[in-house]
Structure formats: structure tokens, C-alpha cells
């Protein structure tokens, strides 16, 4: 067999090679590297989330509860590549229960079977008690609000490219619609605002609590999608400190208030205070108007009875 022949069979090899692995469905899921048996379908990869048999579809984000399970069971198999200045987040991180399609169940427990109900971010929403205890729902994170200093490396950015960079990243990184992003740079401080309610979500639309999850993970350095993280300003990396979420639920939560911690008091004054200003609006309207009543007054003092009780 002469060169020019063996050259042939041996490309003619490669070839049937790289059609038997196509045929076999060999792909990686870019958008979660927390997933494993991936296999292309239709031309799109499809995987199954690590901790809980479901396939998950890598064109998207994946749901925080399956993300969370996933980051549970590999810190249970001890895998080798943690980083040596990773530890536990305690107070976020837990084994979810997830449901058919992968959403939160509205309640969670730990092993010592202490349970509490969630919302659909995952977050606690009521004190811990135990396995007696009623969650009749997954309550709705609607609002949620990101805060972080900006390490401006960038003397010259101005307010107006900062937030567009920022904001142009939440829509392509993590594929939200623009309509669910208000950022306000305040220097150094950078305010993320995402506010989707139940009406607003499409069947395709990714949901803002999965957003600030893969938000967040990139921000801690621990990225979810497999390119890595390197968001940029004015042609130089965006850097940030001090990052802090806060989650909105379309229902007050029932904690009781001297068990309370500062980050869950602080979501209750948002929405405290949220409230208030409804009502000083009606306040002001209705005596503009002539028709002021002393109702508003009544149902301040029966706000603060319910939150004292």
C-alpha cells in the first residue's frame, strides 16, 4: 500500500471514528458542568443532572434545586478538585428536595429531619420545626436584589457604560429577557435589581432565582458555565466585593421576629417598607382629593401587630 493510499485509509479511519462518537451522542453541556451521560439529541446536548436522574437541557440554565443537589453530592463523594479555601455555606447550602421537573418542593429538611418551608429560590421563608410542619406551597421569589462594591480599575468608565456592561451580561451570560434587569451604579456601589412575577414568566423564560444562583457562583469564582467568567468593562475584568442577594417573595415570610437573623430582617424591611410608601402614596392622594380617612392608620397598627406577633 502505497503513502497516498495509507493516508486515505487512515482518514477514511478518523472519519468513521468521529461519525461512530456523533452517533454515540459525545457533547459537553456549556451551560452546567455539574451534569454527566450527556448525549446529543436532535442536535442539542442533553445531560443528566449529578445527585437526581433527570435530563437536563444544556441550551439553558438549569434550576437551582438540581444545581444545589448536584454541588451536595460532590461534596459528599470528596472529589479531589476543591479548591483548598472552599468550605460549606451552612446557611445556603443544603441537599433539596427537588420535584419532577426539578423545582424546589416547598419543604426541605436535613438530616437530623429539622424542617422549614421554602420559596422558590430555595430560600428558608419560616422557622425551622420538624417534620410536622405545613408548607402548603412554593411562594414566589419575585424580587431580587443584588448589592456589591465595584472595584473600578477603570478610571475612565463612565456610570453609563458600567451599568450597560453589566447589564448586557446578565442578558447573554445568563439569557434573561432586558425587560427583568434594572442596574444602577452608585461608585462603588453596583444595585441589581431582577423582578419577574408569575405573570411575566414565560414557559421559555429562565427564571430569576436560577439567574442570581449562576450570578452568584461566578461572582465566588466558582462558575457553572463551562467558558469561566470573564466579564468585562471598558475592555478590562469586572470585579466585585462584598456581593449580597436579597429575595422578594410575593408573600411576607412567617418567621418569628426575635429569631430572626439581620440578612432575613433586612428582606422584611424591603418589603415593609414597600408597603409603607403604597400607603403614603394613598395618604397624600386621598388628601388632595378631600377623602382622607384614619383607615391607613388602622392598618399600619394592625401590620405591626402581625409582625410583633
Given at each position: 500500500m502505497g503513502f497516498p493510499s495509507r493516508a486515505a485509509f487512515l482518514l477514511g479511519v478518523l472519519l468513521a471514528l468521529a461519525t461512530t462518537a456523533l452517533s454515540q451522542g459525545v457533547c459537553r453541556c456549556d451551560m452546567n458542568k455539574r451534569t454527566t451521560n450527556c448525549s446529543a439529541i436532535g442536535g442539542a446536548c442533553q445531560c443528566k443532572?449529578?445527585?437526581?436522574?433527570?435530563?437536563?437541557?444544556?441550551?439553558?440554565?438549569?434550576?437551582k434545586c438540581l444545581l444545589m443537589k448536584a454541588e451536595v453530592a460532590g461534596l459528599k463523594s470528596g472529589r479531589s478538585d476543591r479548591p483548598e479555601h472552599a468550605y460549606v455555606d451552612n446557611d445556603g447550602i443544603y441537599d433539596p428536595e427537588c420535584d419532577k421537573n426539578g423545582k424546589f418542593k416547598p419543604k426541605q429538611c436535613n438530616e437530623e429531619k429539622t424542617?422549614?418551608?421554602v420559596n422558590s429560590a430555595g430560600v428558608r421563608r419560616t422557622d425551622k420545626s420538624d417534620k410536622?410542619?405545613?408548607?402548603?406551597?412554593?411562594?414566589?421569589?419575585?424580587?431580587i436584589i443584588i448589592e456589591a462594591?465595584?472595584?473600578?480599575?477603570?478610571?475612565?468608565?463612565?456610570?453609563?457604560?458600567?451599568?450597560?456592561?453589566?447589564?448586557e451580561n446578565f442578558?447573554?451570560?445568563?439569557l434573561l429577557d432586558k425587560k427583568?434587569?434594572?442596574?444602577?451604579?452608585?461608585k462603588p456601589f453596583i444595585f441589581v435589581d431582577l423582578k419577574q412575577n408569575a405573570s411575566e414568566k414565560g414557559n421559555t423564560d429562565v427564571d430569576i432565582a436560577d439567574v442570581a444562583y449562576y450570578f452568584e457562583k461566578d461572582v465566588k469564582g466558582d462558575p457553572i458555565v463551562t467558558s469561566g467568567y470573564d466579564q468585562n468593562v471598558a475592555e478590562k475584568p469586572l470585579k466585585l466585593e462584598n456581593t449580597v442577594i436579597y429575595y422578594v417573595d410575593?408573600?411576607?415570610?412567617?418567621?418569628?421576629?426575635?429569631?430572626?437573623?439581620?440578612?432575613?430582617?433586612?428582606?422584611?424591611?424591603v418589603v415593609v417598607l414597600a408597603i409603607v410608601a403604597g400607603?403614603?402614596?394613598?395618604?397624600?392622594?386621598?388628601?388632595?382629593?378631600?377623602?382622607?380617612?384614619?383607615?391607613?392608620v388602622k392598618e399600619m397598627n394592625e401590620m405591626r401587630r402581625e409582625l410583633n406577633s
Open positions: 443532572s449529578i445527585g437526581f436522574d433527570i435530563t437536563v437541557n444544556c441550551q439553558t440554565l438549569t434550576s424542617c422549614w418551608c410536622n410542619i405545613t408548607c402548603q406551597e412554593v411562594v414566589r421569589t419575585s424580587w462594591k465595584y472595584l473600578d480599575s477603570n478610571t475612565g468608565s463612565d456610570q453609563n457604560s458600567i451599568e450597560s456592561a453589566i447589564e442578558k447573554m451570560r445568563y427583568h434587569i434594572s442596574v444602577k451604579y452608585d410575593e408573600k411576607m415570610p412567617e418567621f418569628t421576629m426575635k429569631r430572626l437573623t439581620p440578612g432575613v430582617i433586612a428582606v422584611i424591611v400607603i403614603l402614596v394613598l395618604i397624600f392622594t386621598r388628601r388632595k382629593s378631600g377623602k382622607y380617612e384614619k383607615a391607613e
